[in-house]
């Protein structure tokens, strides 16, 4: 079994390379950003709040994203394992999955993290803006802003898996297909 987290900045590819390793490693792919969509398309009143949060690009408060994983991690536990994606976004939440995870057995292989400087990440995200229908990613302020939130909440979960020798770090710019294999490198070296 192997039990994933990819990191990095909004934008920095985590959902496009989540959707090939999740099919190459036969891995169950748990995306808090997509649960959260599917929450506010089904207008339950989870989505509404967290539609608020999200259009100002602020994160949603912990227990709300850690409740939404904790049922995935029980229905799929038996399987190959899980690439977390976007989540854990803060260290409460990191705590939170170690907990989760020993509590059902398994645990935490490693964190991998794409490195993207700011200007490429407003670059992606503005022109995936264009097609995507997602209201928080039309506005460079607001694109700024989930940067602002990533630099103070979201990097230092880096620190918490990097203080148990489960940190690896790829440069994310580059061909989607180079990153893949810079990626596949360091998930098989963990
Ligand atoms: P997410 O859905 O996680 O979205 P993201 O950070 O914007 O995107 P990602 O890094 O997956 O980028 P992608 O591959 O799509 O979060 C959205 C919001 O939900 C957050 O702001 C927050 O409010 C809330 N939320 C989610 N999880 C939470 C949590 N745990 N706690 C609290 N709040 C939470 O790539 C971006 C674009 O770049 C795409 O258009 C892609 O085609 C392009 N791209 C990818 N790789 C590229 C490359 N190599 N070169 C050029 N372009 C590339």
């Known amino acids: 079994m192997i039990n994933l987290v990819l990191f990095g900045p909004p934008g920095a590819g985590k959902g496009t390379q989540s959707d090939m390793i999740k099919e190459k490693y036969n891995l169950v792919h ?3 950003g997509d649960l959260l969509r599917g929450e506010i ?10 539609k608020e949060l999200m259009d100002q690009g602020q994160l949603v408060p912990d227990e709300v994203v850690i409740g939404m994983i904790d049922s995935k991690i029980k229905a799929n536990k038996e399987g190959n394992g899980f ?5 854990p976004r803060t260290v409460a939440q990191a705590e939170a999955l170690d907990g989760l995870m020993s509590e059902n057995d ?12 700011e200007e490429e990440l407003t670059k992606r995200i503005l022109k995936r803006g264009e097609t995507s229908g997602r209201t928080d990613d039309q506005n460079e302020d607001l694109i700024r802003n989930r940067v602002k939130e990533y630099n103070t909440k979201t990097a230092p979960v880096a ?16 061909s989607i297909e ?3 294999t810079n990626l596949c490198a360091a998930i098989d070296s963990l």
């Open 106 to 117: 398994i645990a935490i292989s490693g964190m991998v993290a794409l490195d993207v400087d």
């Open 159 to 174: 620190n918490f898996y990097e203080a148990q020798g489960k940190y690896k770090a790829i440069g994310g710019v580059g």
């Open 178 to 180: 180079e990153i893949f």
């Open 83 to 87: 690439i977390f994606d976007g989540f």
């Open 41 to 50: 398309k089904a207008g339950t009143p989870l989505g509404i709040k967290a």
């Open 30 to 32: 748990l995306s808090t």
